[in-house]
């Protein structure tokens, strides 16, 4: 019985379907983009990314060991001087599968099988698309209370303080005038007092 087996042998035998997926994994390196049938993609998919992840670190262990899977010097090269170095940032998930429908003949599903990094289009929209915001359960509303709160409370410090500053100018000002208006006085009342004394 073939309970819970999951591994797709593609109708072929084993040597068969290892030779076809290293041809695969070799074509997908050198061009970046393959069209074939979805279940050769996922089954391709599972046999690369490893590969691409191993690319990764680069030594002579590790091109010894992706060669023994694609038995492929100019892929290898390829693989560890070009396209390591643009999928160096990203933690897996190095492959895109895109369906095409269906093929005429025998109504086989079909898919393109591309490299993330090397589609130039979708990696714009993705750009222009806004990052969303992540929302926890772990107090990030509450956060953000507090800290609206304490925004506010420096706002109502800093127009109590204004309104400080301008009550001292207008008090100020207020003695400054009343400083003048006695001067003002004083000097009435001695004119006054001088005309007063020529008179007699």
């Known amino acids: 019985m073939r309970h819970g087996k999951k ?7 084993t040597s ?8 695969m994994a070799s ?3 050198l061009s970046k983009r393959i069209s074939t049938t979805v279940a050769k993609a996922k089954a391709l998919r599972k046999y690369v990314e490893p590969l691409l992840t191993k690319s990764k670190t680069d030594d002579t262990n590790s091109r010894r060991v992706v060669f023994s899977y694609l038995q492929n010097k100019e892929s290898v090269s390829e693989l560890f001087n070009v396209v ?5 940032t990203r933690p897996g998930g190095y492959t895109r599968i895109l369906k095409t429908g269906n093929r005429f003949g025998d109504n086989a599903e079909m898919c393109i099988i591309e490299l993330v990094d090397y589609n130039d289009l979708m990696q714009k929209e ?22 609206k709160v304490e925004a506010k409370a ?15 100018v207008e008090e100020s000002t207020e003695e400054t005038e009343k400083e003048e208006t006695s001067n ?8 006054d007092s001088g005309d007063e004394i020529d008179k007699k």
């Open 184 to 191: 003002e006085e004083n000097t009435s009342e001695e004119s």
């Open 154 to 168: 420096e706002e109502v410090i800093s127009d109590a303080e204004v309104v400080e500053e301008e009550a001292k």
């Open 7 to 13: 591994f797709n042998h593609l109708s072929r035998t």
């Open 27 to 29: 074509s997908l390196i």
């Open 16 to 23: 068969h379907r290892a030779a076809m997926l290293s041809n």
């Open 84 to 88: 390591a170095e643009k999928i160096a």
């Open 126 to 147: 993705a750009k222009e698309e806004k990052p969303k915001t992540r929302r926890s359960r772990r107090g990030g509303a509450k956060k953000e209370e507090a800290a």
